[in-house]
């Protein structure tokens, strides 16, 4: 029962990639397409946690959380080049 339900719940989290990554190639601005990647971020690590618990193995949630941080600094380093015109000082 649990196998079925991860399944299902990779399959909408792959749905809600697809209409993320929609938003990142038409989204009418930078900011709709900032948004849109960094909640590409969150559903990719949702995705491979939900993989993680369906195969069993530690290795999935250390991808996450790699990637977690990646999302984190290339999400800010984006915000600040955009209200600065530069990303380090």
Known sequence: MLTLIV?????????????NLYRLIQGPSV?????ALDTMY???IALIVLLGLFFG????FEGALLIAMLGFVSTAALCKYLLRG???E
Do not use: F, T
């Open 7 to 19: 399944l299902i719940c990779c399959a909408l989290v792959g749905v809600a990639l697809l209409l």
């Open 42 to 44: 969150i559903n990719s």
């Open 86 to 88: 530069d990303i380090i």
């Open 31 to 35: 900011l709709d397409r900032i948004l």
């Open 57 to 60: 193995s530690p290795l999935y």
